[in-house]
């Protein structure tokens, strides 16, 4: 069980054999453990690294075993530590285009107009859509609801028929919604390019790299949004909305599992919501899956990890370099 803590086997042995054997040097060491001096003396390095070993007090020259009530307790909470520092990293950059939109969204003069209302909405993207010349490249997380996807065809058909590229990247949840999997579809034979993943960013709507809508408020894309033409910002979320292309699988094809991990894409980006903390029902509402399903998922993982807890689960995971 020690490697789950990060010891390697001789060193694990060699840490044994000196809380069993308190009073044996080196060489009698690599007799009971069955390795060589050099082995012994290399776990002995590695125990040093980790803390588990000190200078005896008694036996000049030699080391002794800290008590695992203490040594490993102390490894584990550096390990929550790290662990922690690592989800908090993640989740900041994971949320740093969406605050950093936000933050500035007052601020109109400077990057552009603030619509407000979803008929001010509605009205902008059919007029994005008809100055379309080149790309339109969007987000659309979440459910998809069947009038909002009606309400688009029209202006989807237009600007494909006038030859402009369309790439539109949803969630992997519209493959179980038929409506919305029947408007992908329907969108690829016009000549678009579709991929699903398991969570993507905000909604946004960039048109000819020049111009680009995104919600004031993430929570409530009916609210209103901000549109946005300053070329800093622009960078921005096309980086943003490249990179989450880039992993996302076309539709029609299935998402591979990982195959170090054996873990399915949204798997992958489960544990990664629950690593920085979310509740599971905010990690299924990211997901676009119910509570329960992310429980199924959880179950599968904790199993094929062989732990007894989340938390066990994802101490493994990050040594695996799974999250």
Known sequence: MLDVLGLS?????VYRAMLDHPAEGVEQLAERCLLTSGQVHDGLDELGELMLVR?????PGRLRAI?????????VARQEADLAARQAALAASREAVTRMVADRAEQRAAYGERLLGMDAILGRLERMGREARTEVFSSQPGNQRPEDLEAARAGDAEVLARGVTMRTLYQDVIRRQPHASVYAHWLMVQGSEVRTAPSIPQRIVIVDRAQALVPIDPADNRKGALH?????????LLDFLEQAWSTAVPLGATGPEDPESGL???ETELLRLLGSGITDDTAGQRLGISARTVGRHMA???ERLNATSRFEAGIKAAQHGWI
């Open 9 to 13: 086997v001789h060193a694990a042995a």
């Open 55 to 59: 200078a005896s007090a008694d036996r």
């Open 67 to 75: 008590d695992p009530a203490v040594g490993l307790a102390d490894m």
């Open 228 to 236: 946005v033409t300053e070329p800093g910002l622009l960078a921005a």
């Open 264 to 266: 399915t894409p949204t």
């Open 300 to 302: 599968s993982i904790m």
